[in-house]
Nanobody
Framework: QVQLVESGGGLVQAGGSLRLSCVAS????????MGWYRQAPGKQRELVARIIGGSVTNYAESVKGRFTISRDNAKNTVYLQMNSLKFEDIAVYYC???????????????WGEGTQVTVSS
């Protein structure tokens, strides 16, 4: 089994910053990609940012220039530095990983339990 554990969410004032972390652990043979999705109340889950293959990054248009994703391969950890936070960033942020587990041949997606990010005035 593979587990994803997020940390770093919380309450911040508009314009402030937060840093999310997610550690992948368990029976990991290869970690193809890691990243972050978010889900705001009443909305569908959407991509925020992800790193594929260790270097290729994708960002949602709404966060480009404000959020930065990075990854520490040695620690199986992905980070999301969020700056200039806005009210529209309020959501539960979920860690995402595309993993080939030990004993498996094909990758599958794993999700963390989510961490709440709230922006106040």
């Amino acid at each position: 089994q593979v587990q994803l554990v997020e940390s770093g969410g919380g309450l911040v004032q508009a314009g402030g910053s937060l840093r999310l972390s997610c550690v992948a652990s368990g029976s990991i043979k290869s970690l193809n990609g890691m990243g972050w999705y978010r889900q705001a109340p009443g909305k569908q889950r959407e991509l925020v940012a992800r790193i594929i293959g260790g270097s290729v990054t994708n960002y949602a248009e709404s966060v480009k220039g404000r959020f930065t994703i990075s990854r520490d391969n040695a620690k199986n950890t992905v980070y999301l530095q969020m700056n200039s936070l806005k009210f529209e960033d309020i959501a539960v942020y979920y860690c995402w990983a595309d993993v080939v587990a030990t004993g498996q041949r094909y990758p599958r997606v794993y999700w963390g339990e989510g961490t709440q990010v709230t922006v106040s005035s």
